[in-house]
């Protein structure tokens, strides 16, 4: 029996975040968005109002207020339904994390110098 190895690229190392963004549809909806989840492939969008009608394959604009300048901004599409954690906050409790429910993006569109700065951002969320 022969086998033939497939060569894979790597999953981008996925960062936790807690970062507000705008997201516009394709469609022309507007609305504010909290990710999750962010790499250099994609990011993970918790559900929220403004967003429900999102189906797999929808394409949609990410904004992020990034330091250093203008918003950063990548064209994506929705790749999945599913969940995600997000760490909650509270006085007497060291660490709280809950199931949240949302989306996965997929960047699809991204000029060179936004990947450059996403990259920089990575980096700073990797040093935390």
């Not at 690229?9 to 989840?37: F, H, I, M, S, W």
């Not at 929705?78 to 909650?88: C, F």
């Not at 991204?110 to 990797?126: A, G, S, T």
Request: net charge negative; with cysteine.
């Amino acid at each position: 029996m022969v086998r033939i190895a497939t060569v894979r690229n790597p999953r981008p190392v996925r960062y936790r975040c807690e970062l507000y963004a705008q997201l516009e549809t394709d469609a022309g909806a507007p609305a504010k968005a909290r990710v999750l989840e962010i790499s250099e492939g994609g990011a993970f969008v918790e559900e929220s109002a403004g967003l429900e009608d999102l189906q797999v394959g929808d394409g949609a604009t990410l904004g992020l207020p990034l330091p250093g300048g203008d918003p950063w901004m990548a064209h994506a599409k929705v790749a999945r339904y599913g969940t995600s954690r997000r760490d909650l906050r509270h006085g007497s409790v060291d660490h709280v994390t809950v199931m949240a429910q949302g989306f996965a993006l997929e960047f699809d569109e991204m000029p060179d110098d936004e990947l450059e700065r996403l990259r920089d951002f990575l980096e700073l969320l990797d040093g935390r």
